[in-house]
Nanobody, 115 residues
């Protein structure tokens, strides 16, 4: 069983920064890929960034150079550092992992970029 709890969302002005955190439970954390997804109102959920157990990272084109995903296996934490935020980054952000063909999701944290 895996449980994921996100934190760190909020309201920020364009050009600002936020750091999202995801706390995971379960013994499999260090061996699974972790991802951050987001879902804006009226849009499909999309993968923002992911990090493998070995530290390889993926970013969607729209966040490359602005967002950084990282993980701390000892603390069972995954982070998303978001810089140079834009209004189009506004969404609910979800932490995710897949284990034994099952997706696990956190409850989500709202990120709003607005002046």
């Amino acid at each position: 069983q895996v449980q994921l709890v996100e934190s760190g969302g909020g309201l920020v002005q364009p050009g600002g920064s936020l750091r999202l955190s995801c706390a995971a439970s379960g013994s499999i954390f260090s061996s699974v890929t972790m991802g951050w997804y987001r879902q804006a109102p009226g849009k499909q959920r999309e993968l923002v960034a992911s990090i493998s157990s070995g530290g390889s990272t993926y970013y969607r084109d729209s966040v490359k150079g602005r967002f950084t995903i990282s993980r701390d296996n000892a603390k069972k934490m995954v982070y998303l550092q978001m810089n140079s935020l834009k209004p189009e980054d506004t969404a609910v952000y979800y932490c995710n992992t897949r284990y034994l063909a099952r997706d696990y999701w956190g409850q989500g944290t709202q990120v709003t970029v607005s002046s």
